[in-house]
């Protein structure tokens, strides 16, 4: 069964500080990947996606997040995060062969960005 | 409307009695999911409706739950006889399920059992 996995449940960091929030799955075909968010009050919203081609990704609000097929991996990324960025972070895939199919979400982490 | 509609926002329950959730999806959507979330447990899963085809109930966690669509749009799902661990947001999802596109998630239930 497919399964994500985020490495961190809770991040904290002071503005302006890089950013990186591990996701790993469990499937060995083809994936499509995404990064949703959580804002505090706020219902989920897409962050990015990747479905095919360039493995490097850029979302909205100067979010991005590398493909690694080799690794299972799609990181998501910012050089410099900010205040507003505090939100709960959530990826997910789902499986090429079923497109418009269930989508399983990891745990998510929580970032905690200080002014 | 614009978006997913869910209600009721907020339920208040007592173990043992039932309850049903609302989800009104985006007009022309055609995919409509169901997930829970539980504090430090992520979105778990619960059920999957595509067009007529059979909905994917593999998430469901017990006979407890189940979920219908009815004419292709609203959707309810029904918790019977609740338990204080059914306690959770239940977020309905709609999408228009061309090359597994972007969810767009309503506001969520808020699901208290006492």
């Known amino acids: 069964a497919q399964s994500v996995s985020q490495h961190n449940h809770h991040v904290i960091l002071s503005e302006a500080a890089s950013l990186e929030l591990g996701c790993n799955y469990s499937y060995g075909g083809t994936v499509n990947l995404f990064w949703y968010v959580q804002y505090p009050g706020q219902h989920l919203q897409l962050l990015l996606k990747y479905f095919s081609g360039d493995p490097l990704v850029k979302g909205i609000k100067g979010f991005e997040a590398e493909f690694i097929k080799s690794k299972f991996s799609f990181n998501l990324r910012k050089p410099s995060v900010q205040w507003s960025d505090t939100a709960e972070y959530f990826c997910?895939?789902?499986?090429?062969?079923?497109?418009?199919?269930?989508?399983?979400f990891g745990q998510g982490t929580e970032l905690s960005v200080k002014p | 409307g614009a978006g997913v509609s869910q209600s009721p926002s907020n339920k208040v329950t007592e173990k043992g009695k039932d309850v049903e959730l609302r989800c009104d999806p985006i007009?022309?959507?055609?995919?409509l999911y169901w997930y829970r979330q539980s504090l430090g447990q992520g979105l778990e899963f619960l059920i999957y409706f595509q067009g007529n085809s059979a909905p994917d109930k593999s998430g469901l966690p017990s006979d407890r739950f189940s979920a219908e669509r009815t004419g292709g749009s609203v959707s309810t799902l029904t918790i019977q006889r609740t338990q204080q661990e059914d306690s959770a947001v239940y977020l309905c999802?709609?999408?228009?399920?061309?090359?597994?596109?972007?969810?767009?998630f309503g506001e969520g239930s808020r699901l208290t059992v006492l």
């Open positions: 997910a895939v789902n499986t090429y062969y079923n497109q418009g199919g269930k989508l399983i």
């Open positions: 999802a709609s999408s228009s399920g061309q090359g597994a596109g972007e969810l767009f």
């Open positions: 007009s022309g959507h055609t995919a």
